[in-house]
Structures are given as C-alpha cells and as structure tokens.
C-alpha cells in the first residue's frame, strides 16, 4: 500500500545514536535515488542527506554533516541512516523519499515517493 516505510525511530539521549531503515516496495528501488528529510513542530521539512541510485553518491546538508551517514542496499530495497553524537536539535519526525532520477534533488517537491515518517526524540 505505501512504497516507503521508515523504521528504528525512538527516545534516545544526547550523544547516543540511533539507526534508521526505509523498506521500499511496488517500485523499482534500485531506480530510485533516495532522500532522508526531517520536520520538527512549526518547522518546514528540511533536508538532511541524500544518496545516489549506486551508493557511490551521497550529499548531507551541513548540519548533519560527520554525525550522520546515508547508505543503502539495492538487493534489499532498503536505505539506511546511521545517526551518532544526536543532539536535542535533531529531535523530528525523519521521512524518507525516492525519485526517479540520477541525482538526488535537495527540494522536496521533487519528490514522488514517501513515507509516513519515524519519530526520533533526543534528550538532554
């Protein structure tokens, strides 16, 4: 029913780490370059890090940048998000996206495939 379903969201402490998965299914995975964004209350969906069709690809946005790493797994349909040193600020609900297209856009409209989202909680 959905393509993308996102999992391993939870309550974490300052510093800890967490992973996230994104299950893709009813669409061609390996097609698909991927996207994680994240949306905090009142805040419009920002970008967090993106990864091409082949995984060779990857762009994070600056705040993220040597704390997270975005990988995938064609034969399982899956993309990954290793999240270490969290800080309270990354607390947000995390989506996942998927486009049909060699790079990954940064603009979310772009965007045709995504998922209903997992909520990552950090504590200080």
Do not use: H
Not at 63 to 86: I, P, Q, W
Not at 88 to 93: L, M, Q, R, S, Y
Request: glycine share 10%; net charge neutral; with cysteine.
């Amino acid at each position: 029913q959905v393509p993308l379903l996102e999992s391993g969201g939870g309550l974490v402490q300052a510093g800890g780490s967490l992973r996230l998965s994104c299950a893709a299914s009813g669409v061609i995975f390996k097609e698909m370059a991927m996207a994680w964004f994240r949306q905090a209350p009142g805040k419009e969906r920002e970008f967090v890090t993106a990864i091409g069709r082949s995984g060779t690809f990857t762009y994070d946005s600056d705040s993220v940048k040597g704390r997270f790493t975005v990988s995938r797994d064609n034969a399982k349909s899956t993309v990954y998000l290793e999240m270490n040193s969290l800080k309270p600020e990354d607390t947000a609900v995390y989506y996942c996206a998927g486009q049909s297209s060699i790079t990954p856009p940064l603009n979310p409209d772009e965007y045709a495939y995504w998922g209903q989202g997992t909520q990552v909680t950090v504590s200080s």
